[in-house]
């Protein structure tokens, strides 16, 4: 009866199920940032979310749950977090008259439709996706040292900046909210460091799409 009750358990909190959550723990976090009230606790649902993606990894080698289909969710969700936030941050700097973080978002944004896009159709991927988080008991075993539907070393490093970036925006948003405008040329200067640092986030998004495409050739 125990051992029923967490195998049930393991497949309600399924390794695929915590990646995908990610998603709606990222857009819950937003909605409560509009608010000054309630911005530190989305603040902590979005770093939450970025946590998930390191622990759905460590969850499914431990239950030995790995399947093809998570793997290829979870390069899927990142990206689309990274719309998603990454979104947010453009129609902010816009507003603010201010183009560069935008431009480089946008360089990033390019870089993930064609990483995305060289592991199949989107299309695909997306409802591949949905049945993985809604019927995980069907997934396949992912048996495999290497393939190419995850990310590489380059891939994953772009994740971090990404997620970087876009942790120091909204930190400093919440820092705003409560403590005011940071020193005038300091605010100039916010964007074109995040900026410089997606325009590192893109090449080496390049980069690992060229050695995936290499790889599979």
């Known amino acids: 009866m125990g051992k029923q009750l967490v195998d049930k358990l393991k497949q309600v909190c399924h390794p695929n199920r915590i990646t995908a959550s990610s998603i709606g723990f990222s857009a819950l976090g937003l909605g409560l940032m509009q608010s000054s009230y309630t911005d530190l606790v989305g603040l902590g649902m979005i770093g939450g979310g970025y946590l998930l993606d390191a622990v759905d990894g460590a969850v499914a080698r431990k239950w030995n749950m790995q399947t093809i289909e998570g793997a290829k969710l979870d390069p899927l969700v990142d990206k689309v977090k990274n719309v998603v936030i990454g979104s947010y941050m453009v129609a902010n700097e816009l507003l603010m008259g201010n183009y560069f973080l935008p431009v480089t978002m946008g360089a990033n944004f390019v870089v993930d439709y064609i990483s995305q896009k060289s592991r199949g159709d989107i299309t695909e991927q997306l409802e591949e ?89």
């Open 129 to 217: 996706g949905y049945k993985a988080v809604v019927h995980p008991e069907n997934c396949k075993k992912d048996v495999e040292d290497k393939s190419a539907i995850r990310a590489n070393k380059y891939g994953k490093i772009k994740t971090g900046i990404q997620t970087a970036t876009a942790l120091a925006y909204l930190g400093l948003e919440v820092y705003r909210n409560h403590y005011g405008p940071l020193s005038e040329g300091f605010e100039d200067n916010v964007g074109r460091v995040l900026g410089v640092a997606l325009i590192g986030s893109a090449v080496l998004g390049a980069v690992g799409v060229a050695k995936r495409i290499k790889n599979r050739k």
